[in-house]
């Protein structure tokens, strides 16, 4: 995962990247509808969601050295009202912690490896910021993404409710 680095950065989203981000949320749109799968298939995420997430400071993106999109995840430090509700299962209760939503990577081309190594930056923006927790959450059959979770060691603390549907929700604690 090491040559990623040498390939692509992390960096927070500007608002010039908004239509490029909303490019790469479509492909993932359509990616999650190919698969037989209900995430993301009712109007959310839309435009207006990166706009805002881009003006909160909580979007970031990925680039090649050649400066093109490939990749858009979220990375919050405000508590997620979804993740209150789940009152056991958290390995951690009252601590600052990062949440990630929208992970969306382009399709074309497919870049294997890429969300690992996303989820790896987002640890060390954990770190530098001295949080460490990290929640996220997954619908049920993404299994591309529960895979990824299991990989890195995060650990299932329960069901989060969004919008009526039942999502997997996952810790990771960061040295």
């Given at each position: 995962?090491?040559?990623?680095?040498?390939?692509?950065?992390?960096?927070?989203?500007?608002?010039?990247?908004?239509?490029?981000?909303?490019e790469i949320l479509q492909e993932a749109i359509l990616k999650r509808k190919n698969e037989g799968s209900t995430?993301?298939?009712?109007?959310?995420?839309?435009?207006?969601?990166?706009?805002?997430?881009?003006?909160n400071g909580e979007g970031y993106v990925v680039e090649t050295h050649e400066n093109i999109l490939v990749a858009?995840?979220?990375?919050?430090?405000?508590?997620?009202?979804?993740?209150?509700?789940?009152?056991?299962?958290?390995?951690?209760?009252?601590?600052?912690?990062?949440?990630?939503?929208?992970?969306?990577?382009?399709?074309?081309?497919?870049?294997?490896?890429?969300?690992?190594?996303?989820?790896?930056?987002?640890?060390?923006?954990?770190?530098?910021?001295?949080?460490?927790?990290?929640?996220?959450?997954?619908?049920?059959?993404?299994?591309?993404?529960?895979?990824?979770?299991?990989k890195l060691d995060y650990v299932y603390c329960g069901e989060v409710f969004y919008r009526g549907s039942p999502?997997?929700?996952?810790?990771?604690?960061?040295?």
């Amino acid at each position: 995962m090491s040559s990623f680095s040498n390939l692509y950065k992390l960096r927070k989203a500007v608002q010039t990247d908004s239509n490029l981000v909303w490019e790469i949320l479509q492909e993932a749109i359509l990616k999650r509808k190919n698969e037989g799968s209900t995430q993301w298939q009712d109007g959310y995420p839309n435009e207006q969601v990166v706009v805002n997430d881009i003006a909160n400071g909580e979007g970031y993106v990925v680039e090649t050295h050649e400066n093109i999109l490939v990749a858009y995840i979220v990375v919050s430090e405000r508590p997620e009202p979804a993740f209150e509700e789940l009152k056991t299962g958290w390995l951690t209760f009252n601590t600052p912690y990062l949440v990630m939503h929208r992970l969306a990577i382009t399709q074309n081309p497919k870049i294997k490896g890429l969300a690992t190594w996303i989820l790896q930056q987002v640890e060390k923006i954990a770190q530098s910021k001295n949080i460490t927790s990290l929640k996220v959450d997954t619908n049920f059959d993404n299994f591309a993404m529960l895979h990824i979770f299991k990989k890195l060691d995060y650990v299932y603390c329960g069901e989060v409710f969004y919008r009526g549907s039942p999502r997997k929700a996952f810790e990771k604690l960061i040295k």
